[in-house]
């Protein structure tokens, strides 16, 4: 119910202070395990990518968001969220996420470890992909276009700008016979059309 209330409360603010819009939805499964790897432009990407979507998400976060305000650690716990090292190999976070995906439940990645500089996709860590190899599960490409204009790194609280959430078609591991570079590849290639896409919409916003 918490979930339910806080993404009710999204769905309005979100279009209202930043006039969102998203595409896509229909690519993303409705049920079963798959991961939402998306570019990482704000600290507002993880809700910006799940607002739209009729099932809950669970979160890879830096593990440094866990240790300093428990307040804080009690929200993002309470919305699905789960440590991940990004300074070495977590192979906590990968039981965590594989326990998860296993369960039928969606969780959202970014791969590019970081938020952007510049507001273009960097390269993306195979190392995500392997979990989705392992898992045997779908990898959806998500890309966020505007967070980055409202809430650069620069800044320190987000202003009102256009963002745009798009969704690709499911990548299936087995398509790339299990190999984690050739996927992410995809996946990067699928987020730089989406990016397109999403730029192009925007601009009519």
């Not at 999204?10 to 790897?37: C, D, H, Q, S, Y």
């Amino acid at each position: 119910m918490w979930y339910a209330f806080l993404q009710f409360w999204a769905r309005i603010l979100f279009p209202m202070a930043f006039r969102f819009r998203f595409f896509g939805k229909e690519n993303v499964p409705r049920t079963g395990g798959v991961i939402l790897a998306s570019n990482h432009q704000s600290f507002m990407d993880p809700p910006l990518a799940a607002v739209a979507l009729d099932r809950q998400v669970h979160y890879m976060a830096r593990k440094s968001l866990f240790e300093h305000n428990p307040l804080f650690t009690a929200l993002i716990t309470s919305l699905n969220a789960f440590p991940v090292d990004r300074g070495r190999n977590d192979p906590g976070a990968v039981r965590q996420t594989l326990r998860r995906l296993e369960a039928g439940e969606a969780v959202i990645v970014f791969p590019e470890a970081t938020r952007t500089h510049t507001g273009e996709i960097g390269e993306l860590n195979e190392r995500l992909f392997a979990v989705a190899c392992r898992a045997g599960v779908p990898v959806v490409p998500t890309l966020i276009e505007g967070a980055f204009e409202s809430w650069p790194r620069s800044r320190r609280l987000p202003r009102p700008r256009p963002i745009v959430v798009g969704y690709g078609k499911p990548l299936m591991p087995g398509d790339f016979d299990g190999d984690a570079e050739a996927l992410a590849a995809a996946c990067r290639e699928a987020l730089l059309e989406l990016q397109a896409r999403a730029r192009r919409l925007r601009g009519r916003m």
